[in-house]
């Protein structure tokens, strides 16, 4: 046997040899696992039970109270307490951009029953198909009608009108509130203080003299 044949026949052996341990050609056994605290997690997965909670469930909701971030602080509107209605406004001021958004928002929430043009003759309405008549939002009762009171429409409907509540957030409902009053001003309203002189954020207000409504 030269120096070749014996490599050849010792590394066979040896081959033979690994593969014995192999007991019935099947790997049953995973051998090591490599960081196993990530394999298998020791927090409880989301949809796992948890004997650490009365309900079993892992995943929890917040905590009450929680604010989630670059949100509104929350209004305190109790349904109904329509004297806190009135009350209530807003410090925002919208910049061109912003009042568009409205707009758009609007478009796609409200102009159904409210018409695109307000006048509460939305698609929905005039084609028969929904019993009240829509507010006219270009209407004497309606064009002084205070931002409180249509921010509680949104948030709580109204009569047959729904909730927008989980359509808009705090934000978005004076948005479209704003583009509205933009709207009334134009027609009758009173003065739109919403906006800002130009479409740069934080620049001056447009008629900081004249009363929220
Ligand atoms: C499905 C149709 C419908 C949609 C969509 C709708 N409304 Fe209305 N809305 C109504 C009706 C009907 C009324 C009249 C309710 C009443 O006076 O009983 C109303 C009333 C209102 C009023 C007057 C509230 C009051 O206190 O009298 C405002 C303001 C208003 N809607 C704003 C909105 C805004 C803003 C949106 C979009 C976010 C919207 N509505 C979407 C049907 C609708």
């Known amino acids: 046997m030269n120096k070749t044949q014996s490599i050849v026949v010792a590394s066979l052996l040896v081959s033979v040899g690994l593969m014995s341990c ?3 050609n099947m790997r049953r056994n995973p051998g090591k696992i490599y960081t196993p605290d990530m394999t298998y997690s020791r927090a409880y997965d989301a949809y796992t039970q948890n004997p650490n909670f009365s309900d079993t ?3 929890r909701v917040p905590i009450k109270g929680t604010i989630a971030n670059n ?6 509107l109790v349904e109904g307490d329509t004297n806190a209605y009135k009350a209530l406004s807003t410090s925002y001021r919208f910049n061109d951009a912003e009042l568009t958004e409205g707009g758009r928002l609007y478009m796609i929430y409200c102009g159904i029953c409210h018409g695109t043009n307000l006048d509460g003759n939305g698609p929905l309405y005039s ?3 929904f019993p009240a008549m829509p507010a006219n939002l270009k209407d004497g009762k ?20 729904g909730s927008y509540s989980s359509q808009l957030q705090t ?4 948005q479209v509130i704003a583009f509205i009053k933009k709207i009334q001003s134009e027609n009758g309203g009173s003065p739109y203080i919403y906006g800002t002189t130009t479409s740069t954020p934080g620049s001056a207000i447009v008629d900081s ?4 409504n």
């Open 22 to 24: 192999n007991s019935g």
């Open 57 to 59: 469930q892992t995943s």
């Open 71 to 76: 949100i509104d602080l929350p209004d305190h």
């Open 127 to 129: 084609s028969g198909k």
């Open 142 to 161: 309606y064009l002084s009608m205070n931002v409180g009171t249509m921010y509680a429409a949104i948030k709580f409907g109204k009569g047959l009108m």
């Open 171 to 174: 934000k978005q409902r004076w």
């Open 209 to 212: 003299a004249a009363t929220v």
